[in-house]
């Protein structure tokens, strides 16, 4: 059997595409779906969950050193921390605060959360809101705001509350434990 040049060209001409109609969300979406499950499948549930929320440590450090030297500030407020972060990030977040409770212990925000991540992972069928690959959003967010906030607060917790489809968001919780 042998391949002659016209069958290349043939060939060549079937499968043309150019660069342009590439559906890179698609593929990123197929990839992570495997590389979430495939770390799942070897290492488990915990390994897994501590490496995507350690994957998002690191960028939230890094925002939150950003705004310290943008602010020539060491130390923020609660709600100016959440202002400048989000601020800085409306590219690839969209939040709204929708309820606040305080008492002596804590500042609970309810928010509504529509991230990048959300339109990736809502076409796979093992990736579901709040579930493992929200996990760097979590490290993310938590690294950052305690990096801004310093000692003011003794921990921040954020947790998936549900998933709202129809308004397209995650509602989520952000406590302050003073």
Known sequence: MSINEFEIEKTNEKIK?????????????????????????????????????????????S??????????????????????????????????????EEDEKKIRFVIFNKCFLRDSYKHRKRLKPGKAFCRVNKGYFEKALKEMLGETVKKIEINFLDDNVEKDVCEEEIIFFK
């Open 17 to 61: 595409n150019s660069r342009e109609e590439l559906n890179a969300l698609s593929g990123y979406e197929i990839i992570t779906e495997s590389l979430i499950l495939k770390v799942y499948d070897v290492f488990g549930r915990n390994a897994l969950l501590s490496i995507l929320y350690q994957v998002g440590t690191a960028p939230g450090l």
């Open 63 to 100: 925002i939150a050193k950003r705004l310290k030297e943008k602010y020539n500030k060491e130390v923020f407020g609660i709600l100016e921390s959440i202002e400048l972060l989000l601020g800085e990030l409306k590219e690839f977040y969209s939040v709204q605060i929708t309820n606040v």
